[in-house]
């Protein structure tokens, strides 16, 4: 695992969550749950994919979507009732078939890493339910967001145990 960026580093990536901890996010243990962490890394990762081209016309016009393959959670902090959070996200890498990005949560009160969660993503036709290439314009896309992400100059702390597998 590489080293946690800090709070500067993370901010540069643009927000797709901006909120602050209602009361029904909180659990028996009076913080976030950790669903609610699962649930917006999740939406995170989805919203870039979206901003690639592969929302849900893409899945109506091509019958092909992105399927969760695997996913990593890890909590750096705890969130707690009215705490202000965003969320980050970052694709990573991509093949002919899969997409492998990460999202970040943000304590902004803290200006600390609060969770990320990893995620690899398989392309899917959604007749054969089976692995298909990305379309060229929209692997352009993703390429242009992992490039983005790479010009920061800061290493993901990713899991070292998922991600693209190069053939």
């Known amino acids: 695992m590489t080293s946690i960026p800090a709070y500067e580093q993370i901010v540069q990536l643009p927000a797709t969550f901006d909120q602050t901890v209602p009361d029904e996010f909180i659990d028996e243990n009076g913080h976030m749950n950790i669903s609610n962490y699962f649930r917006l890394?999740?939406?995170?990762?989805?919203?870039?994919t979206i901003a690639a081209g592969?929302?849900?016309?893409?899945?109506?016009?091509?019958q092909q979507s992105l399927f969760t393959v695997e996913q990593h959670m890890r909590y750096y902090g705890e969130l707690r009732f009215g705490e202000r959070f965003t969320v980050h996200t970052r694709l990573l890498g991509r093949s002919a078939r899969v997409v492998h990005g990460m999202s970040f949560v943000?304590?902004?009160?803290?200006?600390a890493l609060a969770a990320t969660q990893e995620a690899t993503l398989v392309h899917v036709s959604m007749e054969s339910r089976t692995s298909v290439d990305l379309p060229p314009e929209i692997g352009e896309a993703l390429d242009a967001q992992v490039s983005a992400g790479d010009a920061l100059g800061w290493d993901a702390p990713v899991c070292g145990s998922m991600g693209v597998r190069r053939q």
């Open 54 to 62: 592969l929302g849900e016309a893409y899945i109506e016009e091509h």
């Open 41 to 48: 890394c999740s939406h995170s990762i989805w919203k870039a």
């Open 106 to 111: 943000v304590d902004q009160q803290k200006h």
